[in-house]
């Protein structure tokens, strides 16, 4: 099949390469020049593993341009990923989704397109997006006549480090259009992926459980409400843990052999149990508060959603409060942060954990190093006025420092030759905020351990 794909940040690009990869034949449009000369010459502008390889495995099939007019015409499916950013009072600022979708309107000229909204866009939006393409499309002149189109949402479920193995071997597919016609494209689309009929490429083999992919075909409004009810489940799975691991340590239980006792129950299954700093990145911090602010409409609470905020939040704080407790004072104090980006695998650094309880110590007048294995050049590009703050080596950040945090639980953190550094602090209090180091073998190098949760 023909498809276009406008925008080709993290959902855009691996949805452009997947489908490519998997013989259909794909134009990512994107209007950053810059991107898309990196794209044309075979780079990624995101780190994601695996992504290069793709793109190689998948460029006989694939077409990168700024312009609308080269990708959807005749394009059976046109993927709409951009960027959907918190506005002020929470809810996506649907800006780029707007022009994205007058531009495409403009450019439409197949007998039939499937126009999808694979951005996480607030539940309604499919209408609305339907509305500005029909407004758009019939400011026309050149207006084709044999034309239809119509909105289709496709949510996407991906991970950032795992977003191509996600890809290939989703758990499930929703598709969700009020048009039967669109959901049958669809679904010849994502058949080889429903089937499992393709090789997998060289260096992500095929899971031995993945057999055939269930697909949810549904409607409009259902597919957008699936996006955000999966992930603020996901994000309150997290928070309720961690809220878990602040009693087990006031009680004297151990929260490791709690998550893993509990999760033992399939009802409940033991993923997205590991308690630690919170949750951070682009998903869960912006759709749980936008799942809020569209129950505000409807002048409904959603207090639950509210409350896996909130813990996710007091989980930056206790970070803050336990070295407090510790050093009693912490002006003046170096403090170490191990890890920027919001996970490991992952240059992101939206929402981070660590660009939080960064700011909370400075507040209080601790001097605050971070160290990022992948992570820093985009640190500085963000961040600039932060930058003095990055170390680009670990003895930089152990020299002479009050206290270490493990934020990020990057493979190079837990694999440390920790006994090396030890000798470098001036105090060797390490605040393990992914309770993931082993208490006694930190003790036996001669750390002071301290646990983010019981
Ligand atoms: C998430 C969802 O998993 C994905 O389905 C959705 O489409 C986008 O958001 P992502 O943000 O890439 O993906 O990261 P994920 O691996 O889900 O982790 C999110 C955050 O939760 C990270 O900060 C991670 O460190 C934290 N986390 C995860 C925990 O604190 N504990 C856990 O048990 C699991």
Known sequence: MK?????????????????????????????????????RGGRCPIYEPGMEELLAEAAQNLTFTTSYAEGVPGADVVF????????????PDLRYLRSAAESVAQSLDHEFTVVVNKSTVPIGSGNWVDAILRDSFATRTDRPENCEFSVASNPEFLREGNAIHDTLFPDRIVIGSDNPRALEVLNQLYRPLINQTFTPPSFQPRPDDTTAVPLVSTDLASA????????????????????????????????????????????????????????GGSCFGKDTKALIATASEYKYDMPIVQAARDVNQRQREI????????????KGRKIGLLGVAFKPNTDDLRDSPALDIASLLVARGA??????????????REYPEMAPHLSDTLDGVFDDCDAIVLVTKWAQYLELDWGKFVGLMRTPIVLDGRNVLDQERMERLGYKYIAMAG
Not at 230 to 247: D, R, T
Not at 322 to 329: N, V
Request: proline content about 3%; glycine content about 12%.
């Open 80 to 91: 709409v990923a951009v960027q959907t950013p918190s506005a002020p009072d929470g809810s």
């Open 3 to 39: 498809v276009c794909v406008v925008g080709t940040g993290y959902v855009g690009l691996t949805t452009g390469v997947s489908l490519a990869f998997l013989g259909h034949e794909v134009t990512c449009v994107d209007l950053d020049q810059e991107k898309v000369d990196m794209l």
């Open 367 to 380: 001097r605050v190093k971070l160290h990022d294995p992948i992570a820093g050049d985009r640190f500085r």
């Open 319 to 330: 970070a803050v409060e336990r070295l407090q407790s510790e050093l009693r004072i912490l």
């Open 224 to 279: 957008e409400l699936i996006k955000y009810a999966a992930n603020a489940f996901l994000a309150l799975k997290i928070s309720y843990v961690n809220e878990i691991g602040q009693l087990a340590g006031k009680v004297g239980a151990d929260i490791t052999e709690v998550a893993r006792g509990i999760g033992l129950d399939q009802r409940i299954g033991s993923r997205f149990l590991e308690p630690g700093v919170g949750w």
